[in-house]
């Protein structure tokens, strides 16, 4: 085994690897949020990486999205791809070298090797292993194969990855700290030989992961959990190459009320709605610190002296977290991401803002001079006084629209038929580039699909975005309202439609 720890002395750098393959996801902020505050206490750097090497789900505008939203939360980096650093390129796609000779490294020196599985034969392996009730792993012939076999594959031209050579072999295991829980420790008969260069010569996750952490000379790696099951692969990986691991801390996961891991279903996952729907950054931040429970509670003192109330304790800026958060005090029990919550935040916030201020930011956002003109264009031939300008759009400006079911349920229909056809509408918006065009192609494309005649389709849409029959043209009213918060409307729609048919259900029983 090679020595395992960074040097004490060594500086403080850490870095979060968000892949740009949507969204910015509030998960995304959570983490950078504690890497950030993890960096500012040891005077250490805090480093934003893109890992987009996955390319089948790589979305251009995301990482973009990524930059903004985090800053819109007020983290900043100090080494990325659009700030630069010593340790650069910090963008995946542009490092595709660097993993190529690292791969050849492993394959050297015996750590791994050339697998010439086709895909058509690995499904079939995948598939005898589940038939026999077995987890599915790789047992495939080319790990064994001899210098000539490799060869002859060679020649061939037979397209291959590079596999980790996981050590096989009785109470063969990998133990590493995990500086929250302690050591945690995998059975290797558990652990894939994991693909670390694909046939197309893309780094998977691992390989590119690990590589650059420790080029980058990331001291600790702060992330969800979720990823603990991928760490004897990379604690492998750091031992195949002879290099020190770095520390690794694994921060809980964000779960929804009823402890399930945060979805989208539940609650908008995306930093892009918390912007467009009137959340304030610093309430957003602040309630992000809170999840995980390493800020101290006020002591009684502290609420006596400083007159505040219990829940005031929760309140507090970044400086404050840099100051005050312990990583030692966080609780494993899964954070849950409670909207109520963070709307009670939103709200202390929002008091504590002057009048003016209050307005301007009202301006900056939700009445924002871009989105009233938008608006007002859309209904400019429309109306015949310019006092029914409020009539025509509240839909724009409410938060809450929630029609009842002899506008939304067409005739003919059943309620549950109706509310079956809403999640698969969801399910097609989200899916949709937001743009008119696409939009109005998925839709008749699903209406095609469940046999729902355009007419009652958009007449569903138009009554769950704008609560009435009658409504500016529906395509243009989703842009200007946003993607973003037309699918939190029809997600909070379906949720309390369906809690309401489920309770008047069992009324009846
Ligand atoms: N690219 C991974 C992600 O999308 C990074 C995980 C890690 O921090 O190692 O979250």
Do not use: C
Not at 70 to 82: A, F, I, S
Not at 200 to 208: M, S, W
Request: charge should be neutral; avoid cysteine; proline fraction near 6%.
């Amino acid at each position: 085994m090679t020595d395992i720890t960074p040097a004490a002395t060594a500086p403080t750098r850490v870095r979060i690897a968000p892949s740009p393959t949507g969204d910015p996801h509030v998960g995304t902020a959570y983490i950078g949020l504690l890497n950030y505050v993890f960096a500012k206490q040891r005077a250490g750097k805090f480093v934003l990486r893109i890992e987009d090497t996955d390319r089948t789900r790589f979305v251009s505008t995301s990482e973009q999205m990524i930059f903004e939203s985090l800053r819109w939360v007020g983290l900043t980096w100090d080494e990325g791809p659009d700030v630069g650093g010593p340790f650069g390129p910090y963008r995946q796609s542009e490092r595709t070298e660097i993993y190529r000779q690292h791969a050849e490294i492993l394959l050297t020196n015996g750590w791994a090797y050339r697998a010439f599985e086709t895909p058509e034969e690995l499904e079939a392996e995948r598939k005898s292993q589940m038939a026999a009730k077995l987890p599915p792993k790789y047992i495939g012939r080319s790990r064994n194969f001899s210098e000539a076999d490799i060869a002859s594959e060679l020649a061939a031209g037979t397209p291959y990855t590079v596999r980790l050579r996981v050590p096989q072999g009785s109470g063969q295991k990998t133990t590493f700290r995990d500086e929250l829980r302690g050591d945690i420790t995998f059975d290797h008969a558990n652990v894939d030989d994991q693909v670390l260069l694909k046939s197309d010569g893309f780094p998977t996750y691992h390989l590119a992961n690990v590589v650059d952490d420790h080029l980058m000379q990331i001291t600790d790696v702060i992330r969800a959990e979720e990823w603990i099951s991928s760490t004897p692969k990379h604690v492998l990986l750091y031992e195949a190459f002879g290099w020190p691991q770095p520390r690794f801390w694994h921060m809980p996961l964000l779960r929804n009320p009823d402890k399930s891991k945060i979805s989208k279903r539940k609650n908008p996952v995306s930093l892009v709605y918390y912007l467009e729907a009137g959340f304030l950054p610093q309430a957003m931040l602040n309630f992000l610190g809170l999840m995980g429970g390493g800020m101290a509670q006020p002591t009684e003192q502290e609420i006596v002296s400083k007159g505040l109330n219990t829940k005031e304790g929760d309140l507090f800026t970044l400086g404050d977290m840099v100051e005050k958060f312990r990583f030692e005090r966080i609780s494993l029990g899964g954070p849950v991401f409670d909207l109520t919550k963070l709307k009670w935040l939103n709200g202390e916030y929002l008091r504590r803002l002057s009048p003016d201020d209050f307005y301007t930011a009202l301006r900056q956002n939700v009445l924002s001079d871009d989105y009233l003109r938008d608006i007002a264009a859309l209904i400019q031939n429309r109306v015949e006084t310019l006092a029914q300008f409020g009539d025509m759009t509240n839909f724009f400006l409410a938060d809450n629209i929630m029609p009842t079911p002899e506008i939304f349920v067409p005739k003919k229909r059943s309620l549950e038929d109706t509310l079956a056809f809403t999640a698969d509408l969801l399910t097609t918006l989200e899916a949709a580039p937001w743009e008119p065009d696409s939009i109005e192609a998925a839709m008749k494309t699903l209406g095609e699909f469940k046999q729902w005649p355009v007419k009652e389709n958009f007449m569903l849409l138009r009554a769950i975005l704008t609560g009435s029959t009658q409504s500016p043209p529906l395509m243009d009213s989703l842009i200007i309202f946003g993607k973003p918060r037309s699918i939190d409307r029809i997600r909070r729609f379906l949720n309390l439609q369906t809690d309401l048919a489920k309770r008047a259900a069992n009324q009846k029983k």
